[in-house]
Structure formats: C-alpha cells, structure tokens
T-cell receptor, first 113, second 113 residues
Framework: LAKTTQPISMDSYEGQEVNITCSHN???????ITWYQQFPSQGPRFIIQ???TKVTNEVASLFIPADRKSSTLSLPRVSLSDTAVYYC??????????????FGKGTRLSVIA | EPEVTQTPSHQVTQMGQEVILRCVPI?????FYWYRQILGQKVEFLVS????????KSEIFDDQFSVERPDGSNFTLKIRSTKLEDSAMYFC???????????FGAGTRLSVL
C-alpha cells in the first residue's frame, strides 16, 4: 500500500478556502486517491475520490497533478461544522473489497469563527 | 441515503464479561469490516468478512474476538472476555463491489470498567 503523508493539523477562519495536501510518492498505476472526514465520536465518512486531474462534488474538490505523487483536497468557504479530521488514503479499487483501509493520523482541521 | 447502522451506541461492561456489538450493513454490499479507534489514536483495522467467512484479520483480532453474520443482514463482533484495553470506539463498515469506498457506521463506544 502506498504510504501517505499529510499535515498533522491546520487552522482556518470561517469562510476561507482550505487546501489540504497529501503526498503519496509510491502510488501505483491502478491506485485511486480517496479522502475521508471524521467528526469526533463518529465513523469516517467518504468525501471524494479521484484518479487524475480534478474531481469536484457538492462537498469538495480534489486536485491531482499529472505525476499523481500528491493530491490536494480543497474545501471551499469552510464553516465551523467542517472542523474534523481529514484522511487521505490510496488504494486499488479492484482489490479494495479484500483490502482493509489503512488510516494514518490524518489532518486535524480547526475552523475558527 | 442508505447507511450502516450500529447498536448499541454505547456499551458499558465489566472486565471479563462478553459483549456483542451489532451492525446492519447496507443491504447490497458484499464486504464487511470491523475497525476500532482507541481515544485519540488512529482508526485500526480488525477484521474483514466476505462470503460468510473471514477474509483478513489483523494481529489485534485474537482468539477473544469473533465475527458472525447470523441472519443475512446483521453482522456482529463478539469479544469473549473483555479487557480494559478493549475500551474504544468500534466501527462497522461495508463495501460495495467495484468501488474503493467503505461506508462506516456511527460506531459503538465500548467502555470496559
């Protein structure tokens, strides 16, 4: 499994755009990049997944450069309710049914009023 | 939106007692998982289950742990003789074939006294 590295914590004011970058230098050809969000005392929740270039959904955008050795989760105009831990995971969806998710420590985002 | 449901939300037990944590995965999902998260630490994989048998387990999942899918809908985790260090949040997750996305329940907080 490709190892991921992300900042331990980030602070942001409400209304700002937040970008969290994850490094995954050893990503394999068939690996996808998936981000999860976890609120205190809740289970991780899927946010977004991508393979290359840019993916956008109603919650976030995911930017993946051509070499795919990193990715950036972009949260537009954060609110206090976006305070959570954000995890970047890398894996091959063809195997993921048989492969447990390996969570790192994630990035603890604190949104300040 | 379909979701993974877990019961109870909080379980308090005495050391040495047996506990059963229950999960109802999303109905058309094929792969099921248990993870745990000790307070302030990472989400850790315990066991995966597919086609009515364990497909993978971690070193945490020792002889004190067992899983079962007794009736085709529920998925249970049993701890035979709880220890203080079993105190944690336990998350159930399920996974549909063809996506690299696991859907997590809200978790059961197990407190061993």
């Amino acid at each position: 499994l490709a190892k991921t590295t992300q900042p331990i914590s980030m602070d942001s004011y409400e209304g700002q755009e937040v970008n969290i970058t994850c490094s995954h230098n050893n990503i394999a050809t068939n690996d996808y990049i998936t981000w999860y969000q976890q609120f205190p005392s809740q289970g991780p929740r899927f946010i977004i997944q991508g393979y290359k270039t840019k993916v956008t959904n109603e919650v976030a955008s995911l930017f993946i450069p051509a070499d795919r050795k990193s990715s950036t989760l972009s949260l537009p105009r954060v609110s206090l309710s976006d305070t959570a831990v954000y995890y970047c995971l890398v894996g091959d969806p063809r195997n993921s049914g048989n492969t447990p998710l390996v969570f790192g420590k994630g990035t603890r985002l604190s949104v300040i009023a | 939106e379909p979701e993974v449901t877990q019961t109870p939300s909080h379980q308090v037990t005495q050391m040495g007692q047996e506990v059963i944590l229950r999960c109802v995965p999303i109905s058309n999902h094929l792969y099921f998982y248990w993870y745990r998260q000790i307070l302030g630490q990472k989400v850790e994989f315990l066991v995966s289950f597919y086609n009515n048998e364990i497909s993978e387990k971690s070193e945490i999942f020792d002889d004190q742990f067992s899983v079962e899918r007794p009736d085709g809908s529920n998925f249970t985790l049993k701890i035979r003789s709880t220890k203080l260090e079993d105190s944690a949040m336990y998350f159930c997750a399920s996974y549909p074939r063809g996506q690299a996305i696991q859907y997590f329940g809200a978790g059961t907080r197990l407190s061993v006294l």
